[in-house]
């Protein structure tokens, strides 16, 4: 695992003299992204004394991301409750500012970033920026600065980050380092796995499945690529786990799905065709519509509804669609449903 001893000193002396933090994840945030948060929460308690709360808006959809909750004591304050005047040090971890993505207001200046996402933000300013690309997952990040930083793991903690590299690698099978593995060993000795069995296996409601039935009974496959509408969501984080589902279907291998949720389009796109980066060819695809970003295999974009009618989430969603396509060199093909 790569020493980042003098990097975990140099967060440490920008949170020393502060008096309260605010930790923000993206909306939604799914378990890489508590995880971590939970960690740098951790991190300063234990080094600092410092309090410090996690929120971030959207709320948590997941059954899954609600039992992680509840099982390894993670307190989630809703965005709408926060008085950004009450915190002195704001933090972001699996997120940047001003990709769309998150709540964090675009007039502030957040002090400390932690993602392993590329470079997509407004950086300029932030007194401390750890990016790392070459990381399946920020809890990989800051479970090496516990580490550094001599931290005891608490179960509920280990816990917590391992089922984030787990979660966020695709059990290993997407983006995967050799720094996510030795986290993941490290942190495996302290977990409770019984928590981690009772997350994985949470019940789901009947919404999903009717939403999961709506997505396959929209699909349709243009050479290699699936395209699927899951319409109106209830739960926005179903339309990323819809897509990593659809990318197991036989004969595909790019992935590109459509939701609404608070008069927003969201957008998912995966993929393993080699030479497809979902994160540009998403970004190409929005454009100037809203904002997008993400991973080599795995990305995500939204579009803010103005009107909230039918024809303008088909304007853009039809405008996204052409974009991927000329992004991919699909031309002249016929939607062929898959049932």
Excluded: W
């Amino acid at each position: 695992m790569k020493m980042k001893k003098k990097r975990v000193e140099e967060l440490l002396a920008i949170a020393r003299e502060k008096k309260r933090a605010l930790i923000m994840p993206h909306n939604y945030a799914d378990p890489d992204a508590m995880a971590a948060a939970l960690a740098i929460k951790t991190l300063f308690k234990k080094k600092l004394k410092l309090p410090s709360i996690i929120s971030f808006g959207g709320g948590v959809g997941r059954n899954e991301n609600r039992v992680m909750c509840e099982c390894l004591n993670i307190e989630i304050t809703p965005f709408k409750d926060i008085d950004m005047e009450d915190y002195d040090l704001y933090v972001l971890v699996d997120c940047q500012p001003s990709t769309g993505n998150n709540s964090f207001p675009e007039d502030l200046t957040a002090h400390i970033i932690i993602d392993h996402h590329p470079p997509e933000g407004v950086l300029e300013g932030v007194s401390f920026v750890e990016l790392r690309e070459d990381v399946g997952s920020s809890s990989t990040i800051v479970t090496e600065y516990l580490i550094d930083a001599g931290v005891r793991m608490d179960k509920n903690l280990a816990s917590a980050l391992l089922y984030g590299i787990k979660t966020d690698c695709l059990n290993f099978t997407r983006k995967t380092r050799e720094d996510d593995l030795k986290a993941y060993l490290y942190l495996f000795r302290f977990a409770d796995l019984e928590k981690i069995s009772l997350i994985e296996g949470a019940g789901l409601p009947k919404e999903y499945f009717k939403s999961l039935n709506g997505a396959v009974e929209d699909a349709g496959t243009y050479d290699d690529v699936l395209v699927s509408d899951l319409g109106d969501l209830s739960n926005p984080g179903a339309i990323g786990e819809f897509a990593d589902m659809f990318l197991r279907l036989e004969g595909v291998n790019t992935i590109l799905c459509f939701g609404v949720h608070d008069e927003t389009l969201l957008i998912s796109v995966r993929s393993l065709k080699p030479g497809v980066h979902a994160g540009k060819v998403i970004r190409y695809a929005v454009g100037k519509r809203g904002t997008a970003g993400g991973h080599e295999t795995m990305a995500g974009g939204q579009i803010r509804l103005l009107t909230e009618t039918k024809k303008e989430e088909d304007e853009h969603k039809k405008a996204v669609i052409g974009r991927v396509f000329n992004r991919l060199g699909i031309e002249g093909k016929r939607k062929r449903k898959i049932v």
